[in-house]
T-cell receptor
């Protein structure tokens, strides 16, 4: 059973470009969470999604950031018109989510560098 | 919303000694408290968790205690080894809708 997959692992973008980060949850998991981690800091919640639904996006900036988790395919975190301050590690985590099984398992992260 | 505070931010112990990391939370509705270990450049990995209907949970050298009244929970690592060196994060969640993480504790075990 493969773990949570994220790609790309490293992404370099110039200011103003778009960044697309992908997350494939563990098999059988239908809940996905995205977090941002700045160097030597903790994990900041961004958004929580279930298949085809955004459940909680209170941690995500209102502008330039969007997330989706379609019926088929990976969850995508999209950052438009990136700025240097967007440079960070972005982790996704997945859980079964039902029957009280809320344990989260993290992917390896995507390290975004904005030049 | 929930606010999780974690102390200390850095901790150095001699190999074989115990390490204790403490977290407090503010939302009495939080009922699930996981701990994660993150090695440099790696993903956070769940090492132990506890739910609000339990006061203590142990897994070999790792234990977690929860005091619901005081709203704090702690991670205890006994007989520390160099490979325990990492950053440890606590978190609190209510029904799994959102997880609030502490700011992390960088643990160094000195051989």
């Amino acid at each position: 059973n493969a773990g949570v997959m994220q790609n790309p692992r490293h992404l370099v973008r110039r200011r103003g470009q778009e960044a697309r980060l992908r997350c494939s949850p563990m098999k059988g998991h239908s809940h996905v969470y995205w977090y941002r981690q700045l160097p030597e800091e903790g994990l900041k919640f961004m958004v929580y999604l279930q298949k085809e639904n955004i459940i909680d996006e209170s941690g995500m900036p209102k502008e330039r950031f969007s997330a989706e988790f379609p019926k088929e395919g990976p969850s995508i975190l999209r950052i438009q018109q990136v700025v240097r301050g967007d440079s960070a590690a972005y982790f996704c985590a997945s859980s079964i989510g039902t029957r009280g099984l809320v344990e989260q398992f993290f992917g390896p992260g995507t390290r975004l560098t904005v030049l | 919303g929930e606010n999780v505070e974690q102390h200390p931010s850095t901790l150095s112990v001699q190999e074989g000694d115990s390490a204790v990391i403490k977290c407090t939370y503010s939302d009495s509705a939080s009922n699930y408290f996981p701990w994660y270990k993150q090695e440099l450049g790696k993903r956070p990995q769940l090492i132990i968790d506890i739910r609000s209907n339990v006061g203590e949970k142990k897994d070999q050298r790792i234990a977690v205690t929860l005091n619901k009244t005081a709203k704090h929970f702690s991670l205890h690592i006994t007989e520390t080894q160099p490979e325990d060196s990492a950053v440890y994060f606590c978190a609190a969640s209510n029904t799994g809708n959102q997880f609030y993480f502490g700011t992390g504790t960088s643990l160094t075990v000195i051989p």
